[in-house]
């Protein structure tokens, strides 16, 4: 059975820095594209960032390029969120998403609150 969980979630102030993990059992990913994903209150989920089997691939939504950096490693089958200068509209529920045609898993999500 395949479990995505996520941790390292918290309150920060903002300008603060939080690290976030997802552990992945169950099945390997390394060839697949990790994603993090969040929802805030009250709005949709919106994607955060996405890097590829490799780990060579990275892509980030443009509210977050700059300050947040995703990566993995694949020997422990895990995917990190480093997030620096974090500002109170980061505030939102964090998921670690990994998908394909065939599949579809994602965490329970980790709380992150950016206070001002």
């Known amino acids: 059975q395949v479990h995505l969980v996520e941790s390292g979630g918290g309150l920060v102030q903002a300008g603060g820095s939080l690290r976030l993990s997802c552990a992945a059992s169950?099945?390997?990913?390394?060839?697949?594209?990790m994603r993090w994903f969040r929802q805030a209150p009250g709005k949709e989920r919106e994607f955060v960032a996405a890097?590829?089997?490799?780990?060579?691939?990275?892509d980030y939504a443009d509210s977050v390029k700059g300050r947040f950096t995703i990566s993995r490693d694949n020997a422990k089958n895990m995917v990190y969120l480093q997030m620096n200068s974090l500002k109170p509209e980061d505030t939102a529920t964090y998921y670690c998403?990994?998908?394909?045609?065939?599949?579809?898993?994602w965490g329970q999500g980790t709380q992150v609150t950016v206070s001002s």
């Open positions: 169950g099945r390997t990913f390394s060839a697949s594209t």
């Open positions: 890097i590829s089997g490799s780990g060579r691939g990275t």
């Open positions: 998403a990994v998908y394909s045609a065939q599949y579809e898993y």
